[in-house]
């Protein structure tokens, strides 16, 4: 059962949440506000391939680039308009906001738009497969290997390289000391929010491309997918947010396999009682953060 | 170069700051000296803008500065090390050094406050690639040094910089600071280490309970009235 096709389906699976993951990480190691309306810029983005496929002689490519776009924008532009205003009060008020963005962004859409479902139209490639070792793999599942980990790799980068990626880094560490050292508060939330943002415009594209339709709410499960693999892994790293994506995308593809059918249905229940158990004998995740192991002397 | 009038700063219910006034010029090396609670640390956390004073002005070169955001009046060359280091435990020790210079973006400058760490403190040279978080103690307080001087700051403030490190440190630290001074950096020294904060420092304020108790030059300091209990406060918390 352990075979090719289980092996591609866990990495697509995998590095995909870990994305979704990631988006959600980089602003709560910074802000410690677990954004919920993370799962509506995949929303934005869904709804962007809608328009522009629909409405649009635009070339795919292009569209995609778009949807990724116009996500990372309605991300930087909530945390200017919602978050930025309440940011230095409590941290409640920043929870409470990100749900009312969320309601107004679902909202928006089902005014806007439709609260049914709206087919986009996809690339054929989505559909087609490849004979691989005499498995079928669906080139969907391959590109979002590639994207994926080119995402990951690129997000590494300019976490390593870079000025503004240590300041990240340093800023999910010590925001008050980094701002001593002069970097801008604002730089630091605002990259913050706009890499969450690209994360999940890349991530719609490839969720939208396995129903090939959008609704006002088709949010939500991505933001729950995140919020539990961030769990499992560690709030406060991002290798923990992508071991966690990977941690859950295996455990949900074996339950997938080894549940019985009549138990199927309840696979996300089976799930959640395997982060009971994580957050009873590992609350801080399964990789702890650097922070945890100064050293006294 | 800085000045400090009238300085009242609360946390909450508990007032802090009742009125301090102090004064830094170009190249001088000045003490905040004091029991626990005095308001030192406060102080400095004024200046560098991550405590709003409720009362009182803050010039730096001309510039009033007090309300300004901590990144601001980073920009404007004001460096603090603040007590208990806080250094950046997950970056490298690289890293730590390089965010340091945030604020100045050419490459030969960088590369001489660099070298200049690497010949003030050698250590950071072995373990230039090791987690903040790894290092020891004294370690990290170099560390914390030196990613202030990587700004090449116009003043340096230092909170405690001797807390809890080993005596022979303590006398590293002091040397240290004594260089820096000589090298023309102004500094403002918070200590609780009175008797060899004296031996270096060309003033020094004595504060007490939010207030300044009395100011002057060491020799000064050393026969004023008030300065004795201060002092033996300090001395006999040094053999508990």
Known sequence: MINLEFVINILSLGSLYAMLALGLVIIYGILKLVNFAYGELIMIGGYTLYLLTGFTPLPWLVIAFLAVIVSMCTSLLTELVAFRPVRTKSLTAMLITSFAVSTLLQNAALLIISPRARAVTLPRIFQQSIMIAGTDVPWRNILTIVVSLTMLVLLTLLLKRTVLGIALRAAADNFRMTRMLGVPANTVISSAFAISGIMAGVVSLFWIGRSASVTPTIGAPPLLVAFVATVIGGMNSLTGAVVGGFVYAIMISLLGIFLPPELLEFREAFMFIFVIVILVFRPEGLIRSKTTVERIG | ?240
């Open chain 2, 1 to 240: 170069m800085l000045t400090l009038k009238d300085i009242h700063a609360r946390y909450g219910a508990i007032t802090a700051l009742r009125g301090i006034s102090i004064e830094v010029q170009q190249g001088e090396l000045v003490a905040l000296l004091g029991v626990n609670g005095a308001g030192k640390s406060t102080t400095l956390a004024t200046v560098a803008g991550v405590m709003r004073p409720w009362q009182g002005t803050i010039h730096f070169q001309g510039e009033a500065i007090m309300g300004k955001a901590p990144e601001q009046i980073a920009r404007l060359g004001i460096s603090l090390v603040p007590e208990g280091r806080d250094i950046f435990p997950s970056l490298t020790v690289e890293e730590n050094l390089r965010l340091g210079a945030y604020t100045r973006k050419e490459r030969s400058e960088y590369r001489r406050n660099l070298d200049e760490n690497f010949a003030l403190f050698p250590v950071l040279k072995e373990r230039l690639q090791q987690p903040g978080g790894t290092l020891s103690g004294g370690e990290q307080q170099q560390l914390a040094i030196a990613r202030a001087l990587m700004s090449s700051p116009r003043l340096l403030m230092l909170d405690e910089p001797s807390l809890g490190l080993a005596p022979a440190l303590v006398d590293q630290i002091f040397e240290l600071i004594a260089r820096l001074h000589q090298r023309g950096v102004t500094i403002l020294l918070v200590e609780q280490n009175v008797d060899r904060s004296l031996e270096i420092v060309d003033r020094a304020y004595l504060l007490n309970t939010g207030l300044i108790e009395t100011t002057g030059t060491p020799e000064q300091l050393r026969t004023h009235a008030d300065f004795e209990g201060i002092y033996m406060g300090d001395k006999h918390r040094s053999k508990a």
